[in-house]
């Protein structure tokens, strides 16, 4: 029972770079979405998806892009890392009604 | 504009007594609560939650309570356990995706 899965855990990129943080889940979950933590700052929305084809902007989503080509995977690209977007990434998902966001264990992010 | 507060950054407890958190919100549109909790390097898990129409629910020692009226939640651990030391995030559900507090560090003192 694997349920969200983040790849890769930790990442340094170079300013400009381009990378795909991956995130996949295997309980059929229609909602996904991505956050990024970072210090006192608690959990910011980027991006989400309620459905194969479906993706919208959250909170933060400058400098990121998404796509929803399956319901279980649900990519986030940086097209040119900024220092700014030096942080942890988590994936989520969950299901209908009130389920709660299943999380991933993240990605560490650093932009130098 | 900061939606859900948490005014703690940390909190220090001892073993055995109760741990309450507190979380604070503006928009009087939420409709449903969450706790998390999140170890170093681990991705948050979810906790327990409450909905807007009621003002406690209870999961072992986990109680939250609302008080809509003064736009606060807390929660209550107890008795508090050293396996509990963790931050712990609160999170009101909007349209988008949940908008989350920045969190209480909770230390458990043995």
């Known amino acids: 029972n694997a349920g969200v899965t983040q790849t890769p855990k930790f990442q340094v990129l170079k300013t400009g770079q381009s990378m795909t943080l991956q995130c996949a889940q295997d309980m059929n979950h229609e909602y996904m979405s991505w956050y990024r933590q970072d210090p006192g700052m608690g959990l910011r929305l980027i991006h989400y998806?309620?459905?194969?084809?479906?993706?919208d902007q959250g909170e933060v989503p400058n400098g990121y892009n998404v796509s929803r080509s399956t319901t279980e995977d649900f990519p986030l690209r940086l097209l040119s890392a900024a220092p700014s977007q030096t942080s942890v990434y988590f994936c989520?998902?969950?299901?209908?009604?009130?389920?709660?966001?299943?999380f991933g264990n993240g990605t560490r992010l650093t932009v130098t | 504009d900061q939606q859900v507060k948490q005014n703690s950054p940390s909190l220090s407890v001892q073993e055995g007594r109760i741990s309450i958190l507190n979380c604070d919100y503006t928009n009087s549109m939420f409709d449903y609560f969450l706790w998390y909790k999140k170890y170093p390097a681990e991705g948050p898990t979810f906790l327990i939650s409450?909905?807007?129409?009621?003002d406690k629910n209870e999961d072992g020692r986990f109680t939250v309570f609302l008080n809509k009226s003064a736009k606060h939640l807390s929660l209550h651990i107890v008795p508090s356990q050293p396996g509990d030391s963790a931050v712990y995030f609160c999170?009101?559900?909007?349209?988008?995706?949940?908008?989350f507090g920045k969190g209480t560090h909770l230390i458990i003192q043995p």
């Open positions: 409450i909905s807007s129409i009621k």
């Open positions: 998806s309620v459905g194969a084809g479906i993706t």
């Open positions: 989520a998902s969950r299901g209908g009604g009130n389920s709660p966001l299943h």
């Open positions: 999170a009101a559900r909007r349209a988008d995706g949940l908008t």
